[in-house]
């Protein structure tokens, strides 16, 4: 789990810049909401439309934590609605209700136009999450064209079926893979008080990547002699943002997933051999024949050894980038750049 390589002020104006784009055609989130109001509601709907309008430019703009308060005040009106339509049926066919429900609040905010439109894609791309933000396993590069293109899906943090006033909300849509969208998280419930959110939350202040090797045996590719781990930082953790980040990581199955990538640790463990002060000064000292040095900073000295980024504003880059991080920092790696 990584955190996306973006400033909050940065993710700020581009959420302002998706509530622009969703005010105007081919959206028209005001107007669609508009109409509903004028459509003559019953009581139950109309209290909760007109909140829905009031708040409507914070729902698609704020932070996770003030769409969590959002929703304190709109679920019950949400829950209103829905039991006022179910008065009378028999408790099986409520389901059904609720669909319809959805689908009547979902035709405001419209996640299926928006997941088709160039809007997504070009979100997509100025997000710049070319990793899944949850597994750090997968690439998610957006490319464009008229037919053929591709991008990350969008995991709503907030599922729609819960909660569907928030299905195009800018911090409710994670660029991820389809393994951890579809597959993994399906329709688990997540909310900020329990899940790690990728764009607020840095996870390498709670939990890093760790393997209990043994036997020695391992460097000549016995691979089940040691497990990769996740596991606190260190005792001064913030207890609360880890217990967060461990449920995101039982949902994505992440220890599971990164043991089947033991061989991205077996070349680290022989790089820690290899490799010593002397021989990564060669590096930092070795330049082009224009005489142009090679690396300028320690620290690619140390990316281009483990073959991985190292800094937090690149860990989303790069597959893996934070397994091999933390790994390479236990096995000493990060030790060989303090006398550089």
Same mark, same amino acid.
């Given at each position: 789990? $990584?955190?996306?390589?973006?400033?909050?002020?940065?993710?700020?104006?581009?959420?302002?810049?998706?509530?622009? %784009? %969703?005010?105007?055609?081919?959206?028209?989130?005001?107007?669609?909401?508009?109409?509903?109001?004028?459509?003559?509601?019953?009581?139950?709907?109309?209290?909760?439309?007109?909140?829905?309008?009031?708040?409507?430019?914070?729902?698609?703009?704020?932070?996770?934590?003030?769409?969590?308060?959002?929703?304190?005040?709109?679920?019950?009106?949400?829950?209103?609605?829905?039991?006022?339509?179910?008065?009378?049926?028999?408790?099986? +066919?409520?389901?059904?209700?609720?669909? $319809? !429900?959805?689908?009547?609040?979902?035709? $405001?905010?419209?996640?299926?136009?928006?997941?088709?439109?160039?809007?997504?894609?070009?979100?997509?791309?100025?997000?710049g999450a070319n990793v899944c933000l949850y597994c750090n396993r997968q690439y998610t590069f957006t490319l464009k064209g008229k037919t053929d293109k591709t991008r990350p899906q969008f995991d709503h943090f907030y599922d729609k079926g819960t909660n569907p006033y928030f299905a195009v909300s800018f911090y409710n849509l994670v660029p991820s893979c389809s393994i951890c969208n579809s597959n993994l998280k399906g329709s688990d419930v997540f909310n900020i008080a329990d899940n790690f959110h990728p764009y607020i939350d840095n996870c390498?202040?709670?939990?890093?990547?760790? $393997?209990?090797?043994?036997?020695?045996?391992?460097?000549?590719?016995?691979?089940?002699?040691?497990?990769?781990?996740?596991?606190?930082?260190?005792?001064?953790?913030?207890?609360?943002?880890?217990?967060?980040? +461990?449920?995101?990581?039982?949902?994505?199955?992440?220890?599971?997933?990164?043991?089947?990538?033991?061989?991205?640790?077996?070349?680290?463990?022989?790089?820690?051999?290899?490799?010593?002060?002397?021989?990564?000064?060669?590096?930092?000292?070795?330049?082009?024949?224009?005489?142009?040095?090679?690396?300028?900073?320690?620290?690619?000295? !140390?990316?281009?050894?483990?073959?991985?980024?190292?800094?937090?504003?690149?860990?989303?880059?790069?597959?893996?980038?934070?397994?091999?991080?933390?790994?390479?920092? +236990? !096995?000493?790696?990060?030790?060989?750049?303090?006398?550089?």
């Amino acid at each position: 789990m $990584i955190t996306i390589g973006k400033s909050l002020t940065e993710l700020d104006k581009l959420a302002k810049q998706h509530f622009r %784009l %969703l005010k105007g055609n081919p959206f028209s989130i005001e107007n669609a909401l508009a109409a509903k109001l004028a459509s003559g509601l019953p009581p139950t709907e109309m209290a909760f439309y007109n909140e829905v309008h009031i708040r409507l430019r914070d729902i698609i703009t704020k932070k996770p934590s003030e769409l969590e308060n959002h929703r304190t005040i709109l679920s019950p009106l949400y829950e209103a609605i829905l039991t006022a339509r179910t008065v009378g049926i028999p408790p099986k +066919q409520v389901k059904a209700v609720r669909k $319809i !429900l959805n689908s009547e609040i979902m035709r $405001i905010f419209d996640y299926d136009k928006f997941s088709r439109s160039k809007h997504a894609y070009d979100l997509a791309e100025k997000l710049g999450a070319n990793v899944c933000l949850y597994c750090n396993r997968q690439y998610t590069f957006t490319l464009k064209g008229k037919t053929d293109k591709t991008r990350p899906q969008f995991d709503h943090f907030y599922d729609k079926g819960t909660n569907p006033y928030f299905a195009v909300s800018f911090y409710n849509l994670v660029p991820s893979c389809s393994i951890c969208n579809s597959n993994l998280k399906g329709s688990d419930v997540f909310n900020i008080a329990d899940n790690f959110h990728p764009y607020i939350d840095n996870c390498d202040d709670v939990m890093s990547f760790r $393997i209990d090797v043994t036997a020695v045996d391992f460097i000549h590719g016995k691979k089940k002699s040691f497990n990769i781990l996740l596991e606190e930082e260190d005792s001064t953790v913030d207890t609360v943002l880890y217990g967060r980040a +461990q449920k995101n990581a039982e949902t994505f199955r992440i220890i599971d997933l990164s043991n089947m990538h033991k061989d991205y640790v077996v070349e680290l463990i022989r790089k820690s051999y290899y490799y010593n002060e002397e021989k990564l000064r060669q590096l930092k000292e070795f330049g082009t024949k224009a005489g142009n040095p090679l690396f300028s900073s320690n620290e690619e000295v !140390l990316e281009f050894v483990i073959g991985n980024y190292i800094r937090q504003d690149k860990l989303g880059d790069r597959v893996l980038a934070k397994l091999t991080k933390d790994i390479a920092k +236990q !096995l000493g790696l990060f030790d060989l750049l303090k006398n550089l």
